[in-house]
């Protein structure tokens, strides 16, 4: 007399198309979550970045009593204060505007790539603005 009770190997199909809409929800819930994380990352470098370019213009001016002229792109930046650099390439920096005699600037980090859109800048007097980029920002005061 044979085996009656077959010995199951393996998965039907049926329980490999579930197990695949289980990782498929999963997914879905968790690449938003990881989406605004890479961006509140990205925004947090940027507001350090405009930071220490603050700290390049104002040891500029302890050195030649003058502030760097203004700039279109981020390269043109670096060059003009020797010794900065953005800590990632998700904005490009600038310096808007200067006036030596008042001792006045601000600079400016605007969003590119997936970043576009965001814009952060700063004044001499700590003045920050930032309209809360992709709905969060601690730049703003």
């Known amino acids: 007399m044979g085996n009656t ?34 961006r509140k990352q990205e925004l947090r470098a940027a ?11 104002e040891n500029r001016y302890m050195q030649s009593f003058s502030y760097a002229a203004a700039t279109t792109t981020t390269a043109d930046s670096q060059s003009t204060l020797t010794g900065w650099a953005p800590s990632q390439n998700k904005f490009d920096y600038i310096i ?6 008042a001792r006045t600037y601000t600079l400016q980090a605007s969003g590119t790539g997936t970043m576009a859109g965001c814009t952060l800048s700063i004044t001499e007097s700590n003045v920050r603005s930032g309209p809360g980029c992709f709905g969060f920002s601690s730049w703003s005061e």
């Open 96 to 101: 808007l505007t200067k006036d030596d005699s």
């Open 47 to 57: 507001e350090s970045s405009l930071a220490s370019m603050t700290l390049a213009m």
């Open 5 to 38: 009770s077959a010995s199951r190997h393996g998965f039907t199909l049926i329980e490999l198309l579930i197990v695949i809409a289980i990782i498929g929800i999963l997914a879905a819930i968790a690449m938003p979550s990881y989406t605004n994380y890479i």
